[in-house]
T-cell receptor, first 108, second 117 residues
Framework: QKEVEQDPGPLSVPEGAIVSLNCTYS??????FMWYRQYSRKGPELLMY????GNKEDGRFTAQVDKSSKYISLFIRDSQPSDSATYLC????????FGSGTKLNVKP | KAGVTQTPRYLIKTRGQQVTLSCSPI?????VSWYQQTPGQGLQFLFE???????NKGNFPGRFSGRQFSNSRSEMNVSTLELGDSALYLC????????????????FGAGSRLTVL
């Protein structure tokens, strides 16, 4: 079992839709959870991170962690074509662990 | 503040050759990690260096090696290239190694895209 598992997608939604991206993890020691966004032919860039359980909002993006169920989510409101990218969830404990990525396509 | 710089950005090699990729971390970052990314396998961890010492290593054959210099710059080398080594090689840096904190997240470079013919 991988330390971080991610819905593989791909996911295709119309512009303006609410997007939900999801991951699960297995290591109870994980405390920090990160979301990276990767555009085609670029390196991943940190979108946001959260600590422990709860929500964190940054503009149209909300990261949510439920430690009781070991579930990580990223919500994108009013999705835009510029959000089309691969989204990777991650956590770190001694080293970093990444999900396999979900490719998102937002259609104009 | 300059980001993580990887060179070269693109390269083409033939089977059996060897390749060296370079990574300059963000100033002040002492930990450097390397990842291989392919469409089928996603992001795969190669190794992590901190203070010139390899801290962690992924499940790659011995043909893949790396090192870190005293200025935190890092290189990775792949010998006897195979077709399956074609991938995007990503370097990432963080302040320190082994610390789980919001301040110690990974920052990635743009990657070196290797094509093996």
């Amino acid at each position: 079992q991988k330390e971080v598992e991610q819905d593989p997608g791909p996911l295709s939604v119309p512009e303006g839709a609410i997007v939900s991206l999801n991951c699960t993890y297995s290591n109870s020691a994980f405390q920090y959870f990160m979301w990276y966004r990767q555009y085609s032919r670029k390196g991943p860039e940190l979108l946001m991170y959260t600590y422990s359980s709860g929500n964190k909002e940054d503009g149209r993006f909300t990261a949510q962690v439920d430690k009781s169920s070991k579930y990580i989510s990223l919500f994108i409101r009013d999705s835009q074509p510029s959000d089309s990218a691969t989204y990777l969830c991650a956590s770190n404990f001694n080293k970093f662990y990444f999900g396999s990525g979900t490719k998102l396509n937002v259609k104009p | 503040k300059a980001g993580v710089t990887q060179t070269p950005r693109y390269l083409i090699k033939t089977r059996g050759q060897q390749v060296t990729l370079s990574c300059s971390p963000i100033s002040g970052h002492r930990s450097v990690s390397w990842y291989q990314q392919t469409p089928g396998q996603g992001l795969q961890f190669l190794f992590e260096y901190f203070s010139e010492t390899q801290r962690n290593k992924g499940n790659f054959p011995g043909r893949f090696s790396g090192r870190q210099f005293s200025n935190s710059r890092s290189e990775m080398n792949v010998s006897t290239l195979e077709l399956g080594d074609s991938a995007l090689y990503l370097c990432a840096s963080s302040l320190v190694a082994g610390i789980s904190s919001g301040a110690n997240v990974l920052t990635f470079g743009a990657g070196s895209r290797l094509t093996v013919l």
